[in-house]
């Protein structure tokens, strides 16, 4: 396995849409209502709405490969593009999936270390994230990995109210 990282552009938008698409669907549609989770779809990963995330300055996206397969990705916010914590020293992980395909090869956790590297790059001092509460295979890979819960928010998918757990990783 030979892993690495590409920054997306503009020209990755279908594949981007696709990819996110897939991954979501893979992890979250048996645990929500089927019309909530076609509108949150149509909305969230709509090509105009990911278009726009990543002419974001303040946004990031990363594909990664296995030699030449693509088998994950993750979209990183710094800055004013932050859903929740707007600290200018934090970087939030707002989406981090590896296709289902390619999952148990320790590939998310070798994707949370790039990040982690990534955010020391910036000079910033902590990552944070929300996870479902009721993911607790993703809550027990990110408290693995240094991550512990400061706070929770409401996350919506279409108009199911659920409840994410704020995690966060101090890089000092």
């Known amino acids: 396995m030979s892993l690495t990282l590409r920054a997306c552009t503009n020209a990755d938008l279908q594949t981007l849409v696709n990819l996110s698409k897939d ?3 893979d992890a979250f549609e048996k645990d929500n209502d089927p019309e909530d989770f076609q509108a949150y779809l149509k909305k969230a990963f709509a090509p105009n709405q990911l ?3 990543l002419n974001d300055p303040d946004t990031f996206f990363y594909f990664v490969f296995d030699d030449n397969d693509l088998v994950g990705y993750c979209k990183l916010n710094v800055g004013a593009a932050q859903t929740d914590v707007h600290e200018k020293e ?3 992980l707002e989406r981090i999936y590896v296709l289902a395909a390619h999952q148990g090869k320790q590939i998310g956790a070798w994707l949370l270390q790039e990040v982690i ?4 790059k910036w000079n910033k001092s902590f990552v944070w994230l929300g996870v479902w509460e009721h993911n607790p295979k993703a809550i027990r890979f990110y408290q693995r990995h240094g991550f512990t819960k400061f706070g929770e ?5 279409g108009n199911d109210k659920q409840t ?3 995690l966060r990783l101090d890089l000092q």
């Open 23 to 25: 991954t979501f669907i």
């Open 51 to 53: 278009e726009k995330e």
């Open 90 to 92: 934090a970087v939030e």
């Open 117 to 120: 590297g990534l955010a020391k």
């Open 153 to 157: 928010h409401p996350y919506y998918i």
């Open 164 to 166: 994410d757990w704020l």
